[in-house]
């Protein structure tokens, strides 16, 4: 890989999304790779999975104010005013980003907490900073996108070179994951894969994938107590047994083969 990937992570709340971009962060930046983390749900997760101390936590984007309007060139408190919609933000992760077992950890906070989904200053901003990291950076670039299907309704992510959907064995999360991947396709995304997260038994595999329309299974994680207990103890997912640990290296590799089959694929 010359240039790093650009990898948006999805799926229904609680299906281990975070968890899934917390450790390919630091498996790509054990391979040498620049990596950023972005956090982009409004319920933000992605530095606990690192096992950063809540004091040790990098403030959201959305909560500098000051800095937003200085790039938007908004007023404080106007109403029905004019701001940029492309205001600088290339020098946003290096200033800002929290390095973190080799990895650069950004949180957004939600777009959603800007206003209604979001003709405002601050959803200009961050969608900005989304775009110019997806299409004009050479680091490898993950996103936890928030929970559900609003972000990919926005097209946040329009540009990433694969969309991973994380699916859970039951009805509702399947459904979600299909919705999902749909918009994936419909935003242009070339790659669109899944991930069976909390599986206790190869049935429960062989039942996801009969399910899922038209995406390739990169894998199947087992269900581990070890996960939640890291988390309960504010412990980094990395730690996770190393079960775990091999079974999401192997959906890694098996997503950049993807990606670069298709990529040969489509040009000839």
């Not at 906070?109 to 200053?121: K, R, V």
């Not at 996801?208 to 038209?214: E, G, I, Y």
């Amino acid at each position: 890989m010359e240039s790093g990937l650009k990898i948006a992570i999805c799926g229904k709340g609680g299906v281990g999304k975070t968890t899934v971009c917390a450790v390919w962060s630091q498996l790509f930046a054990q391979e040498g790779f620049e990596v950023l983390a972005i956090d982009a749900d409004s319920n933000p997760n992605l530095s606990l999975a690192f096992g950063i101390p809540a004091q040790s936590r990098p403030q959201p984007l959305i909560d500098m104010k000051e800095l937003i309007e200085e790039r938007t060139g908004a007023q404080k408190g106007a109403i029905g005013q004019y701001f940029k919609m492309n205001p600088q933000v290339g020098d946003l992760a290096e200033k800002y980003a929290l390095k973190v077992a080799g990895v650069k950890l950004l949180v957004l906070g939600g777009i959603d907490q800007a206003g209604s989904g979001c003709a405002c200053p601050e959803g200009a901003f961050l969608k900005a900073f989304l775009s110019h990291s997806i299409l004009h950076t050479e680091e490898m670039i993950l996103v936890d996108l928030e929970a559900g299907m609003e972000f990919l309704g926005r097209a946040s992510v329009q540009g990433v070179d694969a969309l991973v959907v994380v699916v859970e064995p039951g009805g509702r999360s399947i459904e979600a994951a299909n919705n999902m991947a749909r918009m994936g396709r419909e935003m242009g995304i070339k790659v669109v894969a899944a991930i069976a997260n909390k599986i206790n038994d190869p049935a429960q595999t062989e039942v996801v994938k009969t399910q899922l329309k038209d995406m390739v299974l990169l894998g199947s994680i087992h269900y581990n107590r070890q996960v939640q207990e890291a988390d309960l103890k504010r412990e980094a997912v990395i730690t996770a047994p190393k079960e775990l640990i091999e079974q999401l290296r192997e959906a890694k590799e098996a997503l950049t083969d993807l990606i670069f089959s298709d990529a040969k694929a489509r040009s000839g």
